[in-house]
């Protein structure tokens, strides 16, 4: 066994682990009871995903990540911003699902991109419509039949082009589908028996603290890199684990922008205490962090009620606000949709709020909070 437990120093890591512990216990308290429960929750998905793409390296902003899943991009994608919506995208499946799926047999391999969202089991057969009994050579269907029939020559034609240019080789196959071809994925990368290792470690620490197997798990996962091309789903799978043992019961704890407060020495250091203290503490910084986001949006939220004031009971700014705290940024369109307005009418109501707007474009615009 590549990764020992054995070796950590558990009297070094009772207080901090029942410091993170606390402060995220406090945190999930907080969001339970609070009024900004959902928007809290998706501004975490997101913030998390940003900082998630940070310690892998890459650079990718919010309002960009906002924009793309809101297909209003600025700019083409690029291969960090496609990464960092499926950080997101793979957050929100984790939430959705029961405790407990992330680690099953299906989720892992639903997580790790083995099964598509279509090949899971869900008790759902597939099936074909039942054709019509019709004739086939009716005059409605006549011109579709004309359409398939210059089809089918155009392709046989295009064929034996190919065949005649190729000399009558087959030609080369393409990349397959899951990206398992040995020019992107290392052929001596085992990722089963990485996998089957970190499971071991999972087991192991059974008997110790949730929150201290939580941090001994997400270093297993870096040490062993379990998986060649998503090293962030270590900490997705450690956040649903903190969920799953009822430390955070009530949301996914976004753990990556803990880790940025904590410095990349102590995080990558030799000695394996020293690098779980590390992770701890990262624990705990996340926590700290959510609660104090939680409190600015609480203030931006009463800041821009103040504004409410001597407004007719018809308006609909109130429902704007709570769309506005909810969400990291809002479009017109999105405004338009969700509120009932004109896109006129949408651009206005964000002009009264004195919102930043984060486009920089005349049309398409978009706006978030100050």
């Known amino acids: 066994m590549l990764y020992n437990i054995a070796h950590l120093q558990l009297e070094k890591l009772l207080v901090p682990a029942s410091r993170a512990g606390e402060a995220l216990a406090r945190l999930d308290e907080r969001i339970l009871r609070s009024p900004l429960r959902l928007g809290f929750i998706e501004r975490q998905d997101f913030g998390d995903a940003i900082s998630s793409m940070w310690v892998d390296g890459e650079l990718v902003h919010?309002?960009?990540?906002?924009?793309?899943?809101?297909?209003?991009?600025?700019?083409?994608?690029?291969?960090?911003?496609?990464?960092?919506?499926?950080?997101?995208?793979?957050?929100?499946?984790?939430?959705?699902?029961?405790?407990?799926?992330?680690?099953?047999?299906?989720?892992?391999?639903?997580?790790?991109?083995?099964?598509?969202?279509?090949?899971?089991?869900?008790?759902?057969?597939?099936?074909?419509?039942?054709?019509?009994?019709?004739?086939?050579?009716?005059?409605?269907?006549?011109?579709?039949?004309?359409?398939?029939?210059?089809?089918?020559?155009?392709?046989?034609?295009?064929?034996?082009?190919?065949?005649?240019?190729?000399?009558?080789?087959?030609?080369?196959?393409?990349?397959?589908?899951?990206?398992?071809?040995?020019?992107?994925?290392?052929?001596?990368?085992?990722?089963?028996?990485?996998?089957?290792?970190?499971?071991?470690?999972?087991?192991?620490?059974?008997?110790?603290?949730?929150?201290?197997?939580?941090?001994?798990?997400?270093?297993?996962?870096?040490?062993?890199?379990?998986?060649?091309?998503?090293?962030?789903?270590?900490?997705?799978?450690?956040?649903?684990?903190?969920?799953?043992?009822?430390?955070?019961?009530?949301?996914?704890?976004a753990l990556s922008p803990g880790l940025r407060a904590v410095a990349r020495d102590r995080r990558h250091a030799a000695d394996q205490t020293e690098r779980t203290v590390a992770l701890l503490d990262s624990f705990y910084e996340a926590a700290v962090g959510g609660l104090k986001e939680h409190d600015r949006l609480l203030h931006a939220r009463e800041r821009m009620l103040r504004k409410l004031v001597g407004r007719r009971s018809s308006s609909r700014l109130p429902a704007l606000i709570d769309l506005v705290v909810a969400r990291p940024v809002v479009s017109a369109s999105v405004i338009v949709k969700e509120l009932g307005t004109t896109p006129q009418g949408a651009v206005g109501l964000a002009n009264q709020l004195e919102l930043r707007e984060v486009t920089g474009r005349g049309r398409f615009r978009a706006w978030g909070m100050l």
């Open 62 to 253: 919010m309002e960009d990540l906002v924009l793309h899943e809101a297909r209003m991009d600025v700019r083409a994608p690029t291969h960090e911003m496609i990464s960092a919506y499926r950080i997101l995208r793979t957050r929100r499946t984790i939430f959705a699902n029961v405790r407990g799926w992330a680690f099953s047999a299906s989720g892992l391999s639903r997580l790790r991109g083995k099964i598509s969202d279509t090949d899971e089991s869900t008790g759902l057969q597939s099936f074909s419509p039942a054709t019509p009994d019709v004739d086939e050579t009716s005059v409605e269907d006549a011109p579709l039949q004309d359409a398939f029939s210059e089809l089918d020559a155009l392709l046989a034609r295009s064929t034996a082009t190919l065949q005649a240019v190729t000399g009558g080789r087959d030609l080369p196959p393409s990349l397959p589908a899951n990206d398992s071809h040995a020019l992107i994925r290392d052929a001596d990368w085992d990722e089963e028996e990485r996998l089957e290792e970190w499971r071991q470690v999972h087991d192991a620490s059974q008997a110790l603290p949730p929150i201290l197997r939580a941090a001994i798990m997400l270093d297993a996962w870096n040490k062993l890199e379990v998986l060649q091309r998503s090293p962030w789903l270590g900490r997705l799978l450690t956040a649903a684990f903190l969920r799953d043992s009822g430390v955070s019961p009530d949301h996914l704890p």
